[in-house]
T-cell receptor, first 110, second 115 residues
Framework: DQQVKQNSPSLSVQEGRISILNCDYTNSMFDYFLWYKKYPAEGPTFLISISSIKDKNEDGRFTVFLNKSAKHLSLHIVPSQPGDSAVYFCAAGGNEKLTFGTGTRLTIIP | KAGVTQTPRYLIKTRGQQVTLSCSPISGHRSVSWYQQTPGQGLQFLFEYFSETQRNKGNFPGRFSGRQFSNSRSEMNVSTLELGDSALYLC??????????????FGPGTRLTVL
């Protein structure tokens, strides 16, 4: 039972354009959400988070949007840069647990 | 500040053996969580330790166990290894634990291969 889903295993975006990564969840008890980025041979690194009481959080080129009614989360990267090529995991937190999605591999095309 | 370290980085074992993985958190962090990453499954939560106590546990069989020492270092043990245990095992540390929005800092992982 995958409570957090990232339905796109991969995504390719032209450098300079917007990258949009999506995440859906099923458990309405989740009360905070995070995005992590992972390079090969390294552990995931925290990118940005959002509490369930907000619908948007921005940090530089990264913006996370939360649509609670649709149980949908998205990460926008603008503008996309070659160094953004990595695997992105969304995670949902609640009841002292973090549940991760399966990841989306983002490739930025120069 | 040194990051989260995990040893060993790579490990090859055979079915039926047992293995112990080690994680040293960032200095001052009291929470250590363990995750299993396999292709197509993302990161699956194993357990979290906070101040030497297991605070939370994921849906893994009893062959997977862990402990935390007074210096916050943590070990994870897998007994009677199965082929399906081949994965990247990640540990993450944080000051407060995985409650709230406290971010976790991940180590580079231990790649376990079971033959």
């Amino acid at each position: 039972d995958q409570q957090v889903k990232q339905n796109s295993p991969s995504l390719s975006v032209q450098e300079g354009r917007i990258s949009i990564l999506n995440c859906d969840y099923t458990n309405s008890m989740f009360d905070y959400f995070l995005w992590y980025k992972k390079y090969p041979a390294e552990g995931p690194t925290f990118l940005i988070s959002i509490s369930s009481i907000k619908d948007k959080n921005e940090d530089g080129r990264f913006t996370v949007f939360l649509n609670k009614s649709a149980k949908h989360l998205s990460l926008h990267i603008v503008p996309s840069q070659p160094g953004d090529s990595a695997v992105y995991f969304c995670a949902a937190g609640g009841n002292e647990k973090l549940t991760f999605g399966t990841g989306t591999r983002l490739t930025i095309i120069p | 500040k040194a990051g989260v370290t995990q040893t060993p980085r790579y490990l090859i074992k055979t079915r039926g053996q047992q293995v112990t993985l080690s994680c040293s958190p960032i200095s001052g962090h009291r929470s250590v969580s363990w995750y299993q990453q396999t292709p197509g499954q993302g990161l699956q939560f194993l357990f979290e330790y906070f101040s030497e106590t297991q605070r939370n546990k994921g849906n893994f069989p009893g062959r997977f166990s862990g402990r935390q020492f007074s210096n916050s270092r943590s070990e994870m043990n897998v007994s009677t290894l199965e082929l399906g245990d081949s994965a990247l095992y990640l540990c993450a540390s944080s000051w407060r634990g995985i409650q709230g929005t406290s971010e976790q800092f991940f180590g580079p992982g231990t790649r376990l291969t079971v033959l």
